[in-house]
């Protein structure tokens, strides 16, 4: 009964090749939609991840909040005085190495008649050691001493900038101001937002005298002596600016203090949001497509009203002609879900929004999972119509 | 089995159609005995067609008693109507009402599959249901590929595999030419020798002439019940007297 209900199912959607086809995209464009976004999601977090494992491990990170104030009213800012504290042993003996930060907001860069708009950093040597970057060519920011007009670049940049040949000691422009490449970053495949390939970073006391920069930072890097200190240094982070700061007894403190691992919350916290977004997204294509095969369903019943007449005067019980209809749309969505499953894992091999989809092999029974749930709830309604079609009714029809 | 095989009392039925009722019968009394060879006669629209849908449980009455062997069938639910409808009584249309896409052999074996029958028990059936009614030659093809006699014949077939206790046929002959439509008279006759009741429905008294018995309806209500009488042993073409 299962094969010959199968073969008569396959019968009469092949009886209008066009309209099944037509009907089966949507749920396959559902079920591919489902494959590739959640493997953006999923993509998108594994790069995340393992760009916070690249930062190297005993990390903290101390920001301001931003819109916290000290207790006196002014706003909050980290300044150098706060890393000379921090890098003293007798106040901070858990701290071992602390690398202070200054954003530089999107100042013109050029190289000859090239000319980008790019945000830089300001920094000195540990940083680079502290986030695990490795230097491809050249050396790093104090190779020209303190003060030098140097730059450290991201592997894309110099392409970026129209430099041809080797980069090391050629010159760019930093809103106006002439710097030479003193090294290069390794390429280490991120994109995004914060782009580290075309990177610019550029030394701390530089930045002072030469972009008129005041002393404030914007945030600090900071390794503790081992795993085990971890917890003691971020203790004495907090210790040493309250004090610095006057902040002793506050309630509320104007700066966070960020492990590595409550960076990778925070990070997993919103790929998590990102992949319920995207699930939500490939639902809705799903439900477009369970319209579409609803419609193709009711249509069809229409059609055949003759027939399930027919069927009923011999002897098919309203069960019979509702598991047909049900059947039907099963197979239809079924069929659009493989073709969606072929699909989605021949798009998860392209690089989409700059991330390379990772399909998860539970996404893939899910996924067919999600295209039989379609075929049900858009077969039911058709199904239950031509069940209760009166024999007579149809045939006369 | 003792009794009538099919017993009406007092049967009506009105169609509704928004404000309008339209009455297609009146108060309609009829016993059918095992083995007969009944026909129903009338003119269009006299409601002989909605006779035979209610004798064949394809709608109910809208007042009334109808007994099925003893069984009172306005009491039935839908599943075991249709229980009844595979297992009891075989549908002969005057359209055929073959299925497009099924082949002869499929077309046949349709009630057989809706009664739950093994493939193998369904196949020696089909096949041996073919052989009597000389379709075997047909069983791959399509109805579309087939004349108007043979599918109808294969409507029979499809009629008789399930090994009903009636055959209904409504207007079996509209469809066909003479020399079909004197075949499938004297098929049914055939199938009323071997034992199985069969109820005509036509306005064409030639066809009529081939019962045993003949119940006339007017305007919805039986004007004559008829009684027993010998049938014609042929069936007389066109321009002949009955």
């Known amino acids: 009964m299962a094969a010959a209900s199968l073969a008569t199912a396959a019968r009469s959607l092949l009886a209008n090749p066009l309209r099944s086809f037509l009907a089966l995209l949507g749920v396959a464009v559902g079920s591919a939609a489902l494959i590739v976004l959640v493997g953006v999601g999923k993509g998108s977090s594994a790069a995340v991840e393992s760009r916070i494992d690249a930062l190297g491990t005993n990390l903290l990170t101390v920001a301001p ?12 800012r980290l300044e150098e005085g706060d890393v000379k504290a921090l890098e003293n042993r007798r106040l901070a003996p858990a701290v071992k190495t602390v690398a202070p930060i200054l954003e530089l907001p999107a100042e013109t860069v050029s190289h000859g008649t090239t000319a980008v708009e790019l945000p830089a950093i300001a920094t000195e040597e540990p940083y680079l050691a502290l986030r695990a970057e490795r230097l491809a060519a050249g050396a790093g920011l104090e190779g020209g001493g303190a003060g030098a007009r140097v730059v450290v670049v991201g592997a894309q940049l110099p392409a970026l900038l129209g430099i041809g040949g080797e980069p090391i000691g050629q010159t760019i422009d930093l809103d106006g101001v002439p710097f030479r490449i003193a090294g290069v970053l390794a390429p280490n495949g991120s994109t995004g937002l914060q782009n580290e390939e075309e990177a610019l970073l550029v030394p701390l006391a530089s930045a002072r005298q030469l972009l008129d920069q005041t002393d404030q930072l914007s945030s600090l890097l900071l390794q503790a002596r081992s795993r085990a200190k971890l917890g003691e240094a971020q203790t004495e ?17 104007p700066f966070t203090v960020l492990s590595q691992g409550s960076l990778l919350q925070t990070a997993t916290t919103t790929s998590s949001l990102l992949s319920t977004l995207l699930i939500e997204l490939a639902a809705i294509a799903l439900v477009l497509g369970a319209v579409g095969v609803a419609n193709v369903m009711l249509v069809a019943v229409s059609e055949r009203r003759r027939e399930i007449g027919v069927r009923k005067a011999l002897g098919a019980r309203p069960g019979d002609v509702l598991a047909q209809f049900l059947l039907e749309a099963v197979a239809l969505c079924l069929v659009g879900g493989v073709i969606g499953i072929g699909a989605g894992i021949g798009l998860s091999h392209l690089r989409l929004a700059g991330v390379r989809p990772v399909v998860a092999p539970a996404v893939l029974p899910l996924s067919l999972a999600a295209s ?18 009166t024999p007579l009714g149809a045939i006369r029809q | 089995m003792s009794g009538p095989l099919i017993e009406l009392r007092g049967i009506g039925k009105v169609y509704v159609s928004g404000q309008l009722a339209v009455r297609a019968l009146h108060d309609v009394n009829l016993t059918i005995e095992r083995g007969e060879l009944l026909a129903v006669v009338g003119s269009s629209g006299s409601g002989k067609s909605t006779l035979l849908s209610i004798l064949g449980t394809l709608e109910r009455p809208t007042e009334g008693s109808y007994r099925f062997e003893g069984v009172e069938v306005g009491e039935l639910a839908e599943g075991d109507l249709a229980d009844l409808r595979n297992r009891r009584i075989g549908f002969v249309f005057q359209s055929f009402n073959l299925l497009e896409r099924l082949t002869v052999f499929e077309n ?5 599959r809706y009664a739950r029958i093994r493939p193998r ?11 009597a009614l000389d379709l075997p030659a047909f069983a791959g093809r399509r109805p579309a590929q087939l004349s108007g006699g043979q599918q109808q ?3 029979i077939a499809r009629a008789l595999v399930a090994n009903p206790t009636v055959i209904l046929a409504d207007e079996p002959t509209g469809n066909l030419d003479t020399v079909a439509t004197g075949q499938i008279v004297s098929l049914l006759r055939q199938l009323n020798g071997i034992g199985k009741t069969v109820v005509i429905v036509t306005h064409d008294p030639q066809v009529a002439a081939a019962a045993r018995r003949v119940v006339r309806i007017s305007d919805g209500r039986l004007v004559g019940t008829g009684g027993d009488r010998a049938p014609s042993a042929t069936l007389s073409r066109p321009g002949e007297e009955a």
Do not use: D, Y
Request: proline content about 5%; glycine content about 8%; overall charge positive.
């Open chain 1, 372 to 389: 039989l749930l379609v075929g049900l709830l858009a077969g039911t309604h058709p199904a239950l119509r031509a069940a209760r079609l």
């Open chain 1, 65 to 76: 909040s931003p819109t916290a104030t000290t207790a006196g009213g002014e706003r909050f």
């Open chain 2, 121 to 131: 028990q369904r196949r020696a059936r089909v096949e041996a249901v073919l052989a």
């Open chain 2, 108 to 112: 046949v074996e349709l009630p057989l």
């Open chain 2, 153 to 155: 014949r294969v409507a």
């Open chain 1, 237 to 253: 982070v907090v210790s040493v600016l309250a004090e610095r700061h006057h902040l002793l007894g506050a309630t509320a403190l």
